[in-house]
């Protein structure tokens, strides 16, 4: 990876935006971390390094909010190369005869109208660097879940990612669907049994991000290897 690189993760403050923020500056990323959580942040770039790593608060359902990120970002370290349009949330039991219908507002918002945010506002910055951007799906926006309305937002955002590519086809910009099952974060009470860990996806962004050129990922679907049965 280029060493003046910059890419600026949303949700960051924990699970996979954590783990991919550490990697990336691992691998020589500069790295724009935006979150609610900012006391989380402070934290992850005291570790990271202040040199390589900025800590912004941030309300991804706010265009005002992102828009400001995106401009930080720029005034701080001058280019953007990748948006990891990360941050969402989950929803409450009920299916749709009786989930939380303002959980359901909260998510969708978050995890569709925020991403679309998120994209708007870093567009300007990554044509004019060639960027990358990569939205974390779901392996539940590829299969049906009974009574979903979180499984129906990651369908959005796999619709988001395809139709991203056909909009910026010619931009030389990449967009990359990352798509993990079940993973062992924050994001759950309690771990799940099977479950991939936040480094695997953390993975998977840096390897689509690390490709050539040449090479678009469009997708990167994973998830956990089923329990063996002689275990």
């Known amino acids: 990876m280029s060493h003046d690189k910059v890419i600026l993760i949303t949700g960051a403050s924990s699970g996979i935006g954590a783990a ?39 309300d991804v359902t706010s265009a005002e909010d992102q828009h400001r990120v995106v401009a930080q970002t720029l005034s701080r370290f001058g280019r953007l190369d990748g948006l990891f349009a990360n ?11 009786g989930a939380d219908t303002e959980v359901w507002k909260s998510m969708i918002l978050t995890n569709v109208y925020g991403v679309g945010l998120s994209i708007q506002a870093a ?11 990569l939205l974390t799906g779901s392996a539940a926006g590829r299969t049906t879940i009974a009574g979903s ?16 590519r056909e909009e910026l086809r010619g931009s030389g910009i990449r967009v990359t669907l ?5 993973v062992d974060t924050p994001f759950f009470d ?16 840096i390897y689509a991000l690390s490709q050539p050129e040449r090479v678009d990922v469009n997708e990167i679907l994973i998830r956990p290897t089923p329990p063996r049965d002689d275990a």
């Open 20 to 58: 991919t923020a550490k990697l990336a500056v691992e691998g020589g990323y500069r790295v724009a971390l935006a979150a609610r959580r900012t006391d989380k942040l402070d934290a992850l770039v005291a570790s990271l390094g202040e040199e390589r790593a900025l800590a912004l608060s941030c």
């Open 87 to 97: 941050a969402g949330m989950g929803g409450t039991p009920g299916g749709f005869s």
């Open 123 to 133: 567009l300007p910055a990554l044509r004019e660097s060639h960027g990358h951007v």
């Open 149 to 164: 309305m979180y499984s129906a937002t990651k369908w959005a955002v796999t619709g988001i990612g395809h139709n991203l």
């Open 178 to 182: 990352i798509e993990p099952g079940m």
């Open 190 to 205: 309690s771990p799940p049994e099977q479950a991939l860990e936040e480094q695997d996806i953390a993975n998977a962004v």
